[in-house]
C-alpha cells in the first residue's frame, strides 16, 4: 500500500513516497537582471531521484517570473509498471499547486547523505519553502479511485500486484525552513528537523 508524504523541505521540494505495491523540463526566466546573477540559478532546470520500487521523483525548479529572485517548485512523483522504473508511466503524482523557495543566505553544514556514512561538509544555500494549502492528485490512463478500507484511494497496476496512493484532502498551508546543496550535477535537499537540518533528497540532473 503506497501512502503519500508531503515534506516541504527547504528546497521546496514535495517528497512523494510510499511502501509497497507496487528530456529535460522547461524552465522559467526571472523578469529582470537578478537571475541571471542569483547564485540560485545553477538549481534552475529538471532534476530526478534514483528508482525506489516501481517509483521515481521528479523535481523542476524554476524562477518565480517576477523578478524576486524566489524559486518555484514543481514536485511530481512517477509510477512505472516494471519495479526498476523501465517502460511506460502508469501514474503521475502531483500537488494542486507550486511550492516557493525564498533564499535565507548560505551555510556549511556536516549532513549524513545516508543512513550508513559518516556526515559531509555541504556549502548549503538555504532556502524557506511555502506553500498555501494544497491537495494531491494521481492521474493516468488506468488509475482507479477506490474505497479500501474505509480510505479512498488511487489504484494502478503494476507487474507485481498493485500500487496504491491515499487520497488525504486538503493539506494546511506550511512554511519550512531547508536547503539546497549541489555536487557536480547531484542535487541534495535538506529540511530542518527537530532543530537540525537533515537530508531529505538526492537527484541527478535531468
Avoid at 8 to 14: E, Q
Avoid at 50 to 78: W, Y
Avoid at 81 to 103: E, L, N, W
Avoid at 142 to 153: A, C, D
Wanted: charged letters at 20%; one cysteine or more.
Amino acid at each position: 500500500m503506497k501512502k503519500l508524504l508531503a515534506v516541504l523541505a527547504g528546497s521546496a521540494a514535495a517528497l512523494l513516497t510510499g511502501c509497497g505495491g507496487g528530456g529535460s523540463g522547461s524552465t522559467q526566466q526571472i523578469a529582470g537582471d537578478s537571475g541571471s546573477t542569483s547564485a540560485l540559478a545553477a538549481y534552475i532546470g529538471t532534476w530526478q531521484s534514483a528508482c525506489d520500487n516501481h517509483d521515481r521523483q521528479l523535481l523542476v525548479i524554476a524562477f518565480k517570473n517576477d523578478g524576486s529572485g524566489t524559486l518555484e517548485m514543481t514536485p511530481t512523483g512517477e509510477t512505472y509498471f516494471k519495479a526498476d522504473c523501465s517502460g511506460p508511466v502508469v501514474a503521475t503524482d502531483g500537488m494542486s499547486t507550486r511550492i516557493t523557495g525564498k533564499p535565507d543566505g548560505t551555510a556549511d553544514m556536516l549532513i549524513k547523505l545516508s543512513d550508513n556514512a559518516a556526515a559531509t561538509s555541504l556549502r548549503v544555500d538555504k532556502i524557506t519553502s511555502s506553500t498555501p494549502a494544497y491537495t494531491f492528485q494521481r492521474t493516468g490512463p488506468t488509475v482507479k479511485y477506490v474505497l479500501r478500507s474505509n480510505v479512498q484511494q488511487w489504484c494502478v497496476e503494476v507487474d507485481n500486484g498493485e500500487s496504491c496512493m491515499w487520497d488525504e484532502g486538503m493539506q494546511a498551508a506550511q512554511s519550512i525552513p531547508g536547503g539546497l546543496s549541489l555536487r557536480g550535477n547531484e542535487l541534495y535537499t535538506v529540511m530542518l528537523d527537530k532543530g537540525a537540518y537533515v537530508l531529505d533528497m538526492h537527484y541527478v540532473k535531468k
